[in-house]
């Protein structure tokens, strides 16, 4: 019966359902490199770093020049950061905030901005979006003269407001990241205008907008976030569906009579 493969279809969405995000490549793109070299500078014009230091942070930048570089010259310069680091790659996002937390609020930007990053990164992966976004656009404001994942963060902020079922903001930051970052990894380019594509393609009331409404009933639901907005797009899920189902019948019992009278 069509109402039972509307069941089908609904909950096999339920199932499929993932994480929208995955870790993010950066690639060496101008701002990259206007980050490096400004992070040489700063290194270079410190007192408190000892010369045999800076020749190491020096060596490594020039040898790697990757956003991975300033990462590795951070650690070299505040040793607790490689823990930090590793944190946000596990599921503990309570020990993501206890290391990185404190290292997001530095008095060194650099260091500031890269745990933010690592930071946000870590309440993407545990679909924590609503904490993750100001975050976000701190790196993709204020923080990004000194963060060389600003890209990045453009991506995880489009990501973010999908979740957040913000469609409209999410379309519009993804086609930032595109026209900005024309040299960020093919794949993420890719990735965001598929994203920008299904947005686009859903419709009020119809399936794909009860499987996204669903997606974030189930996400707020898991971290028990049973809240007024929660209850709220409940309902409309329940009457969604209600009103597909009916129209399914209406279809069937239609197809059916046409049928019998012939």
Not at 114 to 140: C, G, H, K
Not at 144 to 163: D, L, T
Not at 200 to 209: F, P, R, S, T, V
Request: charged share 30%; proline share 2%.
């Amino acid at each position: 019966m069509e109402r039972n493969r509307l069941f089908q279809t609904v909950f096999g969405c339920l199932i499929a359902a993932g994480m929208l995000c995955t870790s993010v490549a950066s690639a060496v793109d101008s701002h990259t490199q206007e980050v490096l070299t400004s992070f040489l500078k700063h290194v270079e014009a410190s007192g408190s770093i000892d010369a045999t230091r800076k020749s190491e942070i020096k060596e490594l930048i020039q040898s790697e020049f990757s956003s991975d570089a300033l990462t590795d010259s951070l650690i070299k310069l505040y040793p607790e950061y490689s823990e930090a680091v590793e944190s946000s790659d596990d599921e503990n996002l309570n020990q993501a905030i206890k290391l990185l937390g404190p290292l997001a609020d530095s008095d060194d930007k650099f260091l500031a901005a890269d745990a933010s990053f690592y930071l946000a990164r870590a309440m993407m992966n545990d679909e924590r979006f609503e904490d993750a976004m100001p975050r976000l656009e701190q790196l993709i404001g204020k923080m990004g003269s000194h963060s060389v994942h600003q890209g990045s963060a453009q991506y995880f902020k489009g990501v973010a407001q999908a979740g957040l079922l913000k469609n409209q903001d999410a379309i519009q930051s993804f086609m930032e990241f595109i026209s900005k970052n024309p040299d960020a990894a093919e794949r993420l380019r890719v990735s965001a205008w598929r994203q920008v594509q299904q947005l686009q393609a859903i419709q009020e009331g119809k399936l794909d907008d009860v499987h996204q409404r669903m997606d974030y009933s189930r996400r707020r639901l898991t971290q028990i976030e049973t809240g007024e907005k929660t209850q709220e797009e409940q309902d409309k899920i329940v009457g969604m569906l209600t009103k597909l189902i009916k129209e399914a019948e209406k279809k069937e019992c239609s197809s059916n009579c046409k049928k019998g009278g012939t």
